[in-house]
């Protein structure tokens, strides 16, 4: 049988283009971010039941996306991503800066294929599952598994903490009252500035630990996934703080006593 991750490439330029026409007829440049946590888990899925569910290590890594899909899904949904008028804040600025041609491009090139093809490469470790398939789950699937269900316990957190200041911060506008600061700094905010950020990374990363697990390859083409997630949020996270430090003085200050990433304890 063909490997089914590759199978997978017309689903993901149908994908693909939907998000870019979608973009380009509603002037809306979400639509990745609508993906985002619902095409890995359908890709893993597929790659699984090319196996008919009968390959442990495939099982278990599809159903751990599956996981985190749900998650993702779940939370993206309750602060309305899913509404077709909700946007990126984000975009709004890139497009200031670029212009409308270039941002045109960019549109194209970066937000449609680009994000696209990092949530194609990040499963690709399951191709090379699914080449070493037929053994029997070892030790260091299980404590992967573990490490995955971690982070993705961290994320999950992160995201709840922040759900709650921003609820409480909406509640306190609503009575006419200013919360100071006027951004989540608490919980595990306090260790990082990105504590779900840092999760999500570490998790991918720990996704293509399976690769290793299966081939035995420290290195190997499917660790880009992993690799261009990471650094996507590299790039993204500085310009993402640039505009809350103009939006909120006392950013700089959280700043400085605070990790981006990484949590440790705060400096004074």
Aim: charged letters at 15%; glycine letters at 6%.
């Amino acid at each position: 049988m063909d490997a089914p991750y590759f199978a997978l490439l017309p689903l993901v330029g149908a994908i693909t283009f939907a998000c870019w026409l979608l973009s380009v007829l509603t002037r809306n440049y979400s639509w990745v971010d609508r993906a985002w946590s619902i095409a890995p888990p359908i890709y893993a899925l597929t790659i699984a039941a090319a196996a008919d569910f009968a390959d442990p290590r495939l099982d278990l890594m599809a159903l751990l996306c599956l996981l985190w899909g749900a998650r993702l899904t779940f939370n993206f949904a309750r602060k309305g991503g899913y509404n077709p008028r909700d946007e990126d804040y984000r975009w709004a600025v890139v497009r200031q800066i670029l212009g409308p041609r270039l941002f045109r491009v960019f549109n194209a090139v970066f937000i449609a294929a680009y994000q696209n093809l990092i949530l194609y490469l990040l499963i690709a470790p399951m191709h090379i599952a699914w080449q070493q398939r037929g053994g029997a789950l070892g030790p260091h699937d299980l404590l992967l598994a573990a490490l995955f269900l971690f982070f993705l316990a961290g994320e999950t957190l992160a995201d709840q903490q922040q759900w709650d200041f921003h609820q409480h911060k909406a509640a306190a506008a609503a009575r006419g009252q200013r919360l100071d600061p006027p951004f989540c700094t608490t919980g595990l905010f306090r260790y990082s500035r990105h504590p779900n950020f840092f999760c999500e990374i570490a998790l991918w990363w720990v996704f293509y630990g399976f690769a290793v697990a299966a081939s035995g390859d420290l290195l190997g083409w499917p660790i880009l996934g992993a690799l261009l997630l990471h650094l996507l949020f590299l790039g993204s996270t500085p310009f993402t703080e640039s505009i809350t430090a103009k939006k909120y003085p006392g950013y700089r200050d959280y700043q400085r006593r605070t990790a981006r990433l990484i949590p440790r304890p705060q400096r004074r």
